[in-house]
């Protein structure tokens, strides 16, 4: 089942050179908002990225930082520094000065490449990086004038299956994220198995995607997966919203929806929702966080679409645990991709019985290579051909598998294991709750007990203590006592990391 990916292939040329020697050139590759452009096109301006960023310094294996919108300049420059040989490293445009100054000094980036929106915090933020030696500026006159001079042809260089071809980062909510080192041959083993197997992508297929460009998700979702079969992504700079979406949804008539349970919510809970047009979507995909029984049924019910939640991790890049179109469990992630091991094992790594929860344990040829100067770390999880999450599931009688949080998520109430999972599940039952998140805060003993903290649709200030007693009761009559919330808090939104998850480390903390 293990794809035979040959010694020395380039990302680059797996994704985009082989469409023009197949005979793809002239295939619609991306749709933006300014406006649609072929394979041959996209080549084109990698070629010229590749060679501005060659002679602005940088060598192969060096560090390219990518900070911008999402557009054909971005897929241009994420091909162009792949086909150098250097590593790419995504970052959110929006990042904080003292954020860029992190990621800068920490990856050693030896160019940045951004738009004119970010320019000035980045330039700022670059004063105190050595190792960098230009900010390149799209829409400035110096890079425009660079890449119009630039040859349209360009050698990709050869590197090795096991050169690193992208930097991920982990989406902890504690400390600075960490560098998760990832090889051109993980990114295409993914592809293989899971884009082109189980989810059976085509040069037919549209994508959109809800997350942008530099999450990594999206980074295979909507360029990497679509891209190797010639298929077509769109492409949009503006913040993602519902209107935004079903915007798109209606003008381009996507086959295949990246998204994400916040989404899922909000464009389940808009006002127009029972009026949209979903039927060209063959498959929406949902990943980043645990997708609810309850947000399952909730798109079910409007939009009758099939929504696959998958699990997947930057250690063992993208998806390797989904929901298929022919089989979906709601409520599940459904189970491992033909090619990938999973397990679930104690905290000695010996594999526990089906219907205990245990920490995942997964197999397979897209493991990383390490974390960047985390050895310490590295050893912990990266266990031979293994890698050991912290990530606690259960694997059921008929083989699929359930999210219960990671390890310092789950809770231990009275001696007994609680998923906060099941408690969100149960609160989001109640039609006036928005959103929810369950922790653990310790009591004046010093006990954990849950705590739950919701967004509620509607709810004035001055009723949400009433509420909050509402909720609590709703869940004691559906929960054993001892998962019901201690106490409920209701919010007017919930804090999000800089991948727009949850934070639940500043729950704690509230």
Known sequence: MTPNIPEFINLADYCLDARIRDGQGERRALITDTGEYTYAEVQRRANRFAAVLHGAGVDPEQRVLIAMSDSVDWVAAFFGALKLGAAVVMANPGLKKDEIEYFLGYTRSKVVVTDLASAAVFREAAATAPTLREVLVLGEDNLTRRLASASDAFETFKTHRDDAALWLFSGGTTGRPKGVVQTHRSFINTT?????????????????????????YATGSNLIFPFSVGATSVLFAEKSTAEAIFARIAKHRPSILINVPTMVHQMTSHGDAAKQDLSSVRATTSAGEALSEELYRRWQKLFGVPLLDGLGTAEMWHIFLTNTVSEVRPGSLGRAVPGFDVRVCDDDGRELPRGETGFLWVRGDSRAIAYWHEMDKTRQVFRGEWYASRDMVRQDEDGFFHYCGRDDDMLKVGGRWLAPAEVENCLQQHSNVAEAAVVGVPDAQGLVKPWAYVVARSCPVEARASFAEDLRAFTLERLEPYKAPRQVVVLEAMPRTHLGKIDRGQLKKM
């Open 192 to 216: 293989e198995l899971y884009a082109k197997g189980s989810l059976s992508y085509s040069e037919a297929d549209i994508t959109l995607s809800v997350p942008k460009l530099f999450f990594g």
